[in-house]
């Protein structure tokens, strides 16, 4: 009795998020400003036309190998929290605190920062055109933006639900409108901009870790089932389904635009181009940073800890040969994206140096923090007063909101 009362008091999330719900997360997740600012970062660092697309389709292949593992690790881990959970419940307490460190201090504001700086160039580049934006107006815009929704999601979810589903539809129709001129002009046999696209002059091997955090910044979103496995309805089909069918689709969405762009532009246009087509962080990040350095800073971070995340996988494999297992990629999918994230994250050192020890700088300050903090036992009246005090918080946080939904 005492135990079947307590699964009738546990709470838990309902499974709401359908195949077609979860495939439809996938797609918004995606697509976004990556596919518009991303061209220029993956071709500056590739060097040349033909090995920037195939840089473009590689990456495509490389987030199906992470989906893939990230869907096996979603179906022998059912607890919702992505990648801290999955790290946590493969490799332990510090590196997912690490993770966690370094997703608020570096991954989340740099992110959020890069898509800023993203929307402040696309506003104002028509106003300035054939000139570049000034700066400060861009960072000036950027900031303005990232508040309003900042804002918006204070005041209403519905509200920026419902933005968040009219971008969305923006969104794939400025990738339409990119893809079907370009692919009538290429029919047409306007093929001028694609002779010498493996020219060996141009080439920046060295650059190509960097290359490599472009366009997986532009992929980036194929984890997002991760975080809400626990709301899918039969995780064990619909993951899998989500993942394959999502990231297909969108590899092919992504290469039909760069071979688009390529059509209309030359490789000098795409170049000269910002737009080929937590908060104080943010701020600073948005007033002092640049697009693409700001992208290098964060990808370090973010890639190392899904590189770690898929190790993970398999040394759970090995520790926990009986565990069910309804869904199972081949070993070699967790294995080559493993060994090419943290190859391309040791690289990166050698090709941008500066920002990226700056990222590993922000991860390896979590070190002191944890052993000082959380292996450290808390004495019970500093946790007494850090729960009252995040309590008070929550409470005059909620009645603010309350206020403002009021007037």
């Known amino acids: 009795m005492g135990k079947a009362k307590k699964e009738e008091e546990a709470v838990f999330l309902r499974k709401k998020i359908t195949l077609l719900r979860a495939f439809s997360l996938l797609i918004g997740s995606m697509v976004g400003s990556g596919i518009f600012i991303s061209p220029k970062g993956v071709l500056k660092n590739s060097g040349n036309v033909g090995v920037s697309l195939i840089v473009w389709f590689a990456c495509g292949i490389l987030s199906l190998f992470g989906a893939l593992s990230y869907a096996e690790l979603g179906t022998r881990i059912t607890k919702s929290g ?12 510090l590196p997912s605190f690490l993770y966690l460190w370094a997703e608020y201090f570096a991954i989340r504001p740099a992110n959020s920062a890069v898509i800023s700086l993203a929307f402040g160039n696309y506003i104002l580049e028509p106003f300035f055109a054939p000139c ?14 990232f508040y309003t929704v900042l804002i918006l999601n204070s005041w209403s979810v519905s509200w920026s639900a419902r933005l968040q589903n009219v971008l969305s539809v923006i969104k794939l129709l400025a990738l339409a409108l990119i893809i079907v001129p370009g692919m009538m002009l290429l029919a047409q046999g306007h093929t001028e901009n694609f002779q010498d696209a493996f020219s060996s002059q141009s080439l920046a091997l060295d650059k190509l870790p960097l290359a490599f955090y472009a366009g997986m910044f532009a992929y980036s979103g194929w984890f997002q089932t991760s975080f809400v496995r626990e709301e899918l309805v039969r995780p064990e089909r619909n993951n899998p389904l989500a993942v394959i069918v999502s990231v297909v689709t969108v590899i092919v969405g992504y290469m039909l635009t760069n071979v688009s762009y390529y059509t209309v532009l030359t490789a000098e246009d795409v170049l000269a181009s910002q737009a ?40 759970h494999r090995y520790r926990h040969p009986e565990l069910p297992r ?40 979590g070190f002191p923090v944890y052993f000082l903090v959380i292996r450290r036992p808390i004495p019970e009246y500093c946790r007494t007063t850090i729960y009252y005090l995040t309590f008070k918080l929550q409470v005059l946080l909620e009645v603010v909101r309350q206020e403002i939904r009021t007037y």
């Open 132 to 145: 570049a934006a000034p700066l400060p107006a861009v960072k000036l815009v950027a900031l303005l933006g």
């Open 82 to 93: 992505g990648h801290y959970i999955y790290v946590l419940e493969t490799l332990g307490p």
């Open 326 to 365: 309804p869904f199972k990629v081949p070993l070699f999918i967790p294995v080559s994206f493993t060994v090419i994230c943290l190859f391309a994250v040791g690289m990166s050192f050698y090709s941008d140096p500066v920002y990226v020890s700056i990222g590993c700088a922000m991860v390896l300050s």
């Open 276 to 315: 080929v087509a937590v908060l104080p962080l943010v701020t600073a990040m948005v007033c002092v940073g640049d697009i693409y350095h700001l992208l290098n800073f964060f990808s370090f971070s973010r890639w190392l800890f899904i590189g770690l995340a898929t190790l993970g996988l398999i040394i």
